[in-house]
């Protein structure tokens, strides 16, 4: 069993960047692929971005590419979500989640774990 928990959630003004960080517990990071998603009231949860497991490979979102990097360090359990130039519409609670078998990265049934979320707001 996994347990995710997020945290650098925040209040912010447009154009901010925040970095959000997830620290899975259990021994075996680095067998996980992980990803950020998003959900913001009345909208589905929605693919951020996502990095394989040995952090060469990421994937994003065509609405955060070039603004979002998704990074980790296996050496201390973490994945990272930096967020720059940050606009109201991407105020959403964000989770993470670690997959450890196979399929696309923007799929959420690929991931086995997910998180509580944590809560980014943007100001305009």
């Known amino acids: 069993q996994v347990q995710l928990v997020e945290s650098g959630g925040g209040l912010v003004p447009t154009g901010a960047s925040l970095r959000l960080s997830c620290a899975p517990s259990?021994?075996?990071?680095?067998?996980?692929?992980m990803g950020w998603f998003r959900q913001a009231p009345g909208k589905e949860r929605e693919f951020v971005g996502a990095?394989?497991?040995?952090?060469?490979?990421?994937y994003y979102a065509d609405s955060v590419k070039g603004r979002f990097a998704i990074s980790r360090d296996n050496a201390k359990n973490t994945v990272y979500l930096q967020m720059n130039s940050l606009k109201p519409e991407d105020t959403a609670v964000y989770y993470c989640?670690?997959?450890?078998?196979?399929?696309?990265?923007?799929?959420?049934?690929?991931?086995?774990?997910w998180g509580l979320g944590t809560q980014v707001t943007v100001s305009s």
């Open positions: 989640a670690a997959g450890s078998g196979g399929g696309y990265a923007y799929d959420r049934n690929r991931y086995d774990y």
């Open positions: 259990g021994r075996t990071f680095s067998t996980y692929a």
């Open positions: 990095i394989s497991r040995n952090g060469l490979s990421t």
